[in-house]
């Protein structure tokens, strides 16, 4: 595996997963109805449209992951032609220059259809236009809906009863998060939802899921055995799962202050991470029973309390050089002047269960903060009954502490105590074991999460997306403190652009159990460290040399 280069990596994925794909479409179809699709992007001139829709397209058609009879219909309300789309989509695409044939037959594929969310007139247009198109009026369908949560419940319904192909052809519905504001609001969509599609047919998509590290999360846990028997109360100390970001809302300031980030990343990605950490073995690794197993481990969730938050919303840094750092979360155009929605928030949970009683879950996240950086922390016990001497004294060793990196750089190192070298003496320095994936796998690519999750919908894979019971038990958690914080009843801790995080959260993180030192570095920067003050070294004898 290791000497396999990517290019040929990805085409073996390739050519299995098309013979899968190819396979499961044959045996659901009749000979009779040819293997043709139509891909419908709803929001086809939006941001993730944009950004992650139609790249993501483009990848799989160029690895070779579509099917052959496909086409791609975008609809929106703007009066666009596809041209203009892909002129928009350009720098997100990363197309190479031994791919512009390619591209040009992918580009042949697309189409563009105007018209609005809530008339049916404009979907029998569009209807018909597909239908044109694919030449089929029983190919599959897949709808995208790349649109504010605010239109899904019109474009649902008018998907369902004007744009559904003729049998054997079927349907999926591919929505976005926010699955909506609130525990009420989200079961009225759930509602409107399943009164016009089987559950089988909607795909909630989390994007988290569809990321390489998070899908690790599985494979770690319950194929090794020295994971799995320390994976509980009696060793885990603290659990913290930590998503932070070095931008500020850029401009979605309209959408984000309606939501708040405890709706925008803790109820999903956040508690979907959590429920895969905290969740029980499941039977096996198909149907349902994944999801099964975590909607069991959120239903021992009691609602956040609020005693157990701390809310936050980042200012401008005017002393910063870059521009975007000295705008505040106020500045931004969509945002009102006394918003107090939080930018910043971290949330202590307990798991009351036998695994977990006892043991706090610490999620925090937060934008314009000063890295991006997205990980899971699990931290064991103290070591009983102390023998080493540490500068005289026994002070209590650096606790170990398992880290999953999910973004940027993904990694699983586990951090442990060691002698230090060649010290004649018991001395005890903190390091890691270390599987840095930049140096273990060099050269392998990892797909882009929305890559996995779009194959997914198309070989009818729901294991990575959100079930309606796991949404519902992830919004009650969450439901009444969210009313607090609208309410207003938080305090809401400024804090600057480019800050490490609340000084706040920190203490509450400790005084629940997380043990912080401060002492460990890590590998990486440990030889960046060594090479730092090599060069300040040498750059030292330089200076005394020229004095001299
Ligand atoms: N952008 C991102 O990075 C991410 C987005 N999402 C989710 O994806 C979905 C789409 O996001 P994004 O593309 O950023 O959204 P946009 O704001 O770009 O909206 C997408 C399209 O919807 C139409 N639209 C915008 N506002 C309204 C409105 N008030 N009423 C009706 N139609 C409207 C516009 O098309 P037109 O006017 O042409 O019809 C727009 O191009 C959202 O649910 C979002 O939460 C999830 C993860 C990341
Ligand atoms: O869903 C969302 O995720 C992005 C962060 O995604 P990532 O894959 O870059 O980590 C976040 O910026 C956005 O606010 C949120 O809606």
């Known amino acids: 595996m290791m000497n396999t280069t990517s290019e040929n990596l990805t085409k073996e ?63 929106a309300r703007s009066q666009l032609t596809i041209e203009k789309i892909f002129q928009n989509a350009d720098k997100y695409m990363k197309v190479h220059d031994h791919e512009r044939d390619l591209y040009k037959k992918f580009l042949e594929l697309n189409h563009y259809v105007c018209g609005s969310y809530d008339k049916s007139e404009d979907f029998d247009k569009l209807n018909h236009e597909a239908n044109k198109i694919s030449q089929h009026t029983s190919a599959h369908r897949f709808f995208y809906l790349a649109l504010p949560p605010s239109v899904y419940g019109s474009v649902s319904e008018l998907i369902s009863t004007h744009c559904r192909p003729g049998a054997p052809g079927w349907v999926r519905l591919i929505v976005e998060k926010p699955f909506g504001k609130d525990l009420q609001s989200s079961n009225i969509l759930s509602g409107h939802l399943s009164k016009f599609y089987a559950e089988e047919e909607i795909y909630r998509i989390d994007h988290y899921l569809g990321k390489e590290m998070v899908q690790n999360i599985m494979v770690l846990r319950f194929s090794n055995r020295i994971f799995s028997r320390v994976w509980n109360r009696d060793s885990v100390a603290a659990v913290k799962i930590i998503f932070k970001e070095d931008i500020g809302t850029q401009g979605r300031g309209g959408y984000f202050d309606e939501f708040g980030i405890i709706r ?45 938050v701390v809310i936050g919303q980042y200012l401008g840094d005017k002393e910063s050089k870059d521009s975007e750092r000295q705008l505040g979360y106020l500045d931004d155009a969509g945002v009102p002047k006394d918003s107090t929605t939080p930018t910043y928030a971290q949330t202590i949970l307990y798991i009351n269960n036998e695994r977990w009683d006892g043991v706090p879950f610490i999620l925090r996240a937060g934008k ?95 294991i990575n997306f959100v079930r309606s019971d796991e949404l519902q038990e992830a919004w009650r958690i969450v439901d009444p403190i969210l009313t607090e914080i609208d309410q207003k009843k938080l305090p809401v801790v400024p804090y600057k652009f480019g800050a490490a995080g609340l000084p706040q959260a920190f203490d509450a993180a400790v005084k629940h159990g997380y043990v912080f030192t401060g002492t460990y570095v890590r590998k990486d920067e440990r030889s960046a460290s060594v090479i730092n003050s090599q060069k300040e070294k040498e750059k030292e004898k330089a200076k005394e040399k020229v004095q001299s």
């Open 264 to 308: 925008d990343v803790i109820q999903n990605h956040l508690m979907q991470i959590l429920s895969i950490v905290a969740m029980e073995k499941p039977r096996s690794t198909t149907g349902e029973d994944i999801r099964d197993e975590k909607v069991k481990v959120l239903r021992c969730i009691a609602p956040i309390k609020s005693e157990n």
């Open 13 to 75: 994925k390739a050519d299995y997963i098309y013979q899968r794909l190819r396979k499961q479409i044959t045996s659901i179809d009749s000979e009779a109805c040819p293997q043709s699709f139509v891909f419908f992007v709803f929001g086809a001139s939006g941001d993730l449209a944009k950004k992650k829709i139609y790249p993501t397209l483009w990848w799989l058609y160029r690895d070779g992951f579509l099917p052959e009879h496909i086409c791609f219909v975008g609809y």
């Open 368 to 462: 314009a903060l000063n890295e991006k950086k997205a990980e899971i922390r699990i931290q064991f016990r103290d070591v009983p009954g102390g023998m080493f001497d540490e500068n005289g004294s026994k002070a209590p060793l650096a606790r170990d502490e398992l880290v999953v990196r999910i973004q940027p750089d993904e990694a699983i190192y586990l951090k442990v105590n060691t002698k230090r070298p060649g010290e004649m003496s018991y001395s005890i320095e903190e390091t890691e074991l270390d599987l840095t994936y930049n140096e273990r796998y060099r050269g392998v690519k990892l797909p882009d999460a929305y890559e996995r999750l779009i194959l997914d919908v198309f070989m009818g894979s729901r």
